[in-house]
């Protein structure tokens, strides 16, 4: 196995194509974040992108660093790990932690603690599911009605994409630009109920593989004392709808811990598919 570092975005989605293909949807975030910084809207402090091929130079793997973010790991073969972290160590030793399939993420750091020879510990910081749209099923009617979001709901936005991180414990770095890409690109969308939006359903950009496009649903916000009414799911539907018709596959995460989050995209035909780790590397 063979690690190589590429030089940008674009080149890691050009080299990565035929492997994200084979593994659409557990690459998606990388295909998103790419996309994003090689379309001129994602920025970051340091940018790393690796791919990892057989002796027959074909990819078998990938792997994306954009600080102050953990590095991400795709599905990759067991024999690929001690070079992975041989090359991370090279490049990047002093990675905050790692997002992965709990497989892959736990022996990584294992191996990077021994390597490294540093004090530290691993934390596991959240469990995330990965569901993916099968059959999409219509909920039961909620009142109201959905509208693309506009730059007049910047600010309502901004504090609930706060929210829902003070929700789930994700990640804050660059979360305004976020809102306001999403919003100029009308990725976000509103439900209304009695005049007033109540919840608000967000997507990621379109990642382009040769074998189709995928999407990833998210975030998914339901202001506080509007909960348990039906609009999360309501909503979610009918942006899974238009994706749908778009020709998109579909995809999302949920805290495995939320059993409520768990139950509405089951119910609207989601199905898991596995589960990740978001992992902290800290001092002893």
């Not at 799911?233 to 596959?249: D, I």
Request: with cysteine; proline share 6%.
């Amino acid at each position: 196995m063979k690690v190589i570092l590429v030089p940008d975005a674009s080149t890691f989605l050009t080299r990565s194509a035929s492997f994200r293909s084979l593994q659409p949807y557990l690459t998606n975030v990388m295909g998103s974040v790419a996309t994003s910084v090689a379309s001129g809207h994602g920025t970051y402090e340091t940018m790393s992108w690796w791919i990892i091929e057989d002796d027959e130079r074909n990819v078998r793997g990938m792997m994306m660093r954009t600080a102050p973010h953990k590095l991400v790991l795709s599905p990759m073969p067991n024999e690929a790990l001690v070079p992975v972290v041989d090359a991370v160590l090279e490049r990047d030793p002093e990675i905050p932690g790692v997002s992965g399939s709990r497989d892959l993420a736990q022996p990584f750091l294992t191996r990077f603690i021994q390597v490294s020879g540093r004090a530290l510990r691993v934390e596991v910081e959240r469990a995330i599911l990965v569901y993916v749209l099968g059959t999409l099923v219509d909920p039961a009617p909620s009142s109201g009605y959905w509208r693309t979001g506009e730059q007049d709901d910047f600010e309502l936005l901004l504090g609930w994409w706060n929210g829902f991180a003070d929700d789930t414990g994700v990640e804050r770095h660059g979360l305004e630009e976020s809102v306001r890409t999403a919003l100029s690109n009308g990725r976000i969308y509103l439900w209304i109920d009695a005049n007033r939006p109540v919840c608000a359903v967000a997507h990621s950009l379109v990642v382009a593989t040769p074998s189709g496009s995928v999407v990833r649903i998210g975030p998914v916000y339901t202001r506080p004392g509007e909960r348990r009414r039906g609009y999360a799911g309501q909503l979610t539907a009918a942006v899974s709808s238009r994706l749908l018709q778009r020709g998109h596959g579909l995809m999302l995460f949920t805290d495995v811990a939320n059993k409520t989050s768990n139950g509405v995209y089951t119910r609207l035909g989601y199905q898991k598919v596995d589960e990740l780790v978001e992992c902290a590397l800290l001092p002893v």
